[in-house]
């Protein structure tokens, strides 16, 4: 019979290895949000989709780029972790408030896309990376949570 010469109390930490917060899911779903939106640009890039956005005060086109499209996307997932955590700190819904306000804000984005002044894959294109920012951030923001 072996006995561990160094017992730990019940109530001691767990090893760093072993906690696993919020953050890393969070984390992940940033970069993958990002990521999918350029792997979106890729194939629309590929399939000819012209990727411009004519502003409406005339002047010249704002191409959308491949990191343009990395960036906004990580951003959109960014600024979500950054409310959900507000939120964490100020209510015990939290989960279930960051849930109902991502799928508004994720409705609320395809409105400007009726009156943009782009081609039909253009618009497709940019309806297809708000869906999958919220598609990868919302699940991935749950993991972790509890509400």
């Known amino acids: 019979m072996t006995t ?3 017992p730990t109390p019940a109530s001691a930490p767990a090893p760093a290895a072993a906690r696993t917060g919020p953050w ?15 792997l979106i640009w890729i194939i629309a890039n590929a399939g000819g989709a012209a990727l411009a ?24 997932a960014a600024l979500g972790w950054g409310l959900l955590v507000l939120l964490e700190r100020r209510t015990p819904r939290a989960l279930r408030i960051w849930t109902i306000v991502a799928l508004s804000v994720l ?22 990376m708000h869906t999958a920012v919220a598609a990868i951030a919302i699940p991935l923001f749950h993991r972790g949570t509890r509400d």
Do not use: E
């Not at 899911?25 to 990521?35: F, H, K, Q």
């Not at 409705?107 to 940019?126: E, I, W, Y």
């Open 53 to 76: 956005v004519m502003p409406s005060n005339g002047g010249d086109p704002l191409t959308i780029t491949w990191p343009r499209s990395i960036a906004l996307g990580a951003l959109g």
């Open 107 to 128: 409705a609320a984005s395809f409105l400007p896309l009726v009156f943009l002044d782009a081609s039909g894959g253009t618009k497709a294109t940019l309806a297809l």
């Open 4 to 6: 561990d010469a160094h």
């Open 24 to 38: 890393k899911p969070r984390a992940l779903a940033v970069a993958a949000a990002g990521l999918s939106t350029a």
